[in-house]
């Protein structure tokens, strides 16, 4: 199962956020982006449950203001 979050960062919080959602095991891929988002994150598990307990995870960090889930459906 695999899920994409777009991140908006609070202003300055960028890279912090970067590496908080690098030490989540089950994020696979972090980069950062230009435009309406500033981080976008790949999540990867087994399980919908697995990858419903990182997006809670991801959404608890310090310095994201807002996210934006998509699901990969194929």
């Known amino acids: ?3 994409f979050v777009l991140v908006n960062c609070e202003s300055g919080s960028q890279q912090k956020v970067v590496s908080e ?3 989540i095991s089950t994020v696979s891929d ?7 988002y500033d981080v976008i994150a790949k999540v990867e598990s087994g399980t919908l449950q697995e990858v419903k307990k990182a997006l809670n995870k991801i959404r608890l960090q310090q310095g994201i203001r807002s996210t934006i889930t998509m699901t990969v459906v194929k």
């Open 30 to 36: 972090v980069k950062k982006v230009m435009g309406v």
């Open 1 to 3: 199962m695999e899920a």
């Open 21 to 23: 959602l690098e030490s």
